[in-house]
């Protein structure tokens, strides 16, 4: 997220000195048609008039009061903010491909809604966070390791449809496997963090909280998605599938983390918001760019300058 503000905005009154120049601006030209009525002939006046085009004046007048405004809110030392983490993060996204995400108690399906929800978390997220990406069902695989570049994360994980699911779910081996990928290279102050996004209950692999404490021992929070509605859904060759919320928020709880239950698209973006501050430990910084509008506004004020004594000189 950005912010905008100023270090000093009372020096916000200098913009001022704009009425002050609409005043000799019409001064001016007050005075310039009395010395155009001194004119002995019609023709000559009509003449001189039409050299002095409205486009000129508008467009001099349109720079200038850009050049004035640029530079007002230079000497107020403006500034954005900026959200960054407090301290690197890697992050992977386990992401359940079992054939229970093909279930329609989301439109259009859980599948897609959770798709297209993580892109756009994706998306948002800091550049500086490294993200991977892992899909697991019966068993597990990490699809991207956890990188800055977002455009792999994403290709993989909007090329994802019904085809590509399978049976099973294997949360504790999603967990363990993910783990072990956020090892991989760790750095002492890093932040690692697991977002564990599944529709079911786990059936297959390691256990869930097994795998939670091998998490916890190496300092690794996870944040549980639930999805689906309550009363569960029916899929392919008649299974109701449910989700086993209780290992999903002991997950959460045994590893610091939090569980969340999305049951719309609209619960999955609120839930990727909260996250940017509960999982990426952001902060606010300020950075001033009174150098840009100061470059911006002296540019401006040169342009000025030339067009007034070359370009527009008849408008004078």
Known sequence: MYGFGFEWPWALVLILVLPLFAYYERYFSVQKRVKAAKFSRIELLEKAVSETTDYKRKTFVILFVMAVLTGVMASARPYVSIEVPVSPVKLMLAFDTSISMEAADMEPNRLIAARDTAVEFIKKAPDSIRIGLEYFYGSSYVAVAPTEDRHKVISSLSKLEITDLYPGTAIGSAIDAAVNT?????????????????????????????????????????????????????????YLVTLDEGTLMEIANITGGKYFRAKSKNDFRSIYKELRTSAFSLEKRKCEITAVLSGISLFLFLLVVYLGISVFRPIF
Not at 192 to 206: A, K, R
């Open 182 to 238: 956020l090892s991989i290279d760790r750095q002492e102050n890093n932040t690692l963090v697991i977002i564990l996004l599944t529709d079911g209950e786990s059936n297959q692999g390691l256990l869930p909280l097994s795998a939670a404490k091998i998490a916890k021992n190496e300092k690794i929070k996870i944040f549980t998605i639930g999805i689906g509605s309550h009363e569960g859904a029916f899929v392919r060759g008649g």
